[in-house]
């Protein structure tokens, strides 16, 4: 069981980027696929998330309005697509799985915010 988060970098303010999470393992609309971030000095936090079988989503409202959480189900991957970033979303960004007791994570993938 593996998940492997990709895309992240450096974007300028106002910036975008979409960030890939694969999944192996395990299919991901039987999960509840989460995106948590934690910021340099600070705990970590629930972005957003997507129900099982790509139901229902929800959003920090931090976030909410600038991003968006979306599933393929064909090739087993979630993504997050960020829009209008702020520096302060920057942050290591983690992929999530959760189906009780199962809950999986990633590596991480850093996002930086910054002109």
């Known amino acids: 069981v593996q998940l492997v988060e990709s895309g992240g970098g450096l974007v300028q303010p106002g910036g975008s980027l979409r960030l890939s999470c694969a999944a192996s393992?395990?299919?991901?609309?039987?999960?509840?696929m989460r995106w948590y971030r934690q910021p340099p000095g600070k705990d970590r936090e629930l972005v957003a998330f997507?129900?099982?079988?790509?139901?229902?989503?929800n959003y920090a409202d931090s976030v909410k309005g600038r991003f968006i959480i979306s599933g393929d189900n064909v090739k087993n991957l979630v993504y997050l697509q960020m829009n209008s970033l702020k520096p302060e979303d920057t942050a290591v960004y983690y992929c999530?799985?959760?189906?009780?007791?199962?809950?999986?994570w990633g590596q991480g993938t850093q996002v930086t915010v910054s002109s």
């Open positions: 393992g395990f299919t991901v609309s039987n999960y509840v």
């Open positions: 999530n799985a959760y189906n009780w007791p199962y809950d999986y």
């Open positions: 997507i129900n099982r079988g790509g139901g229902s989503t």
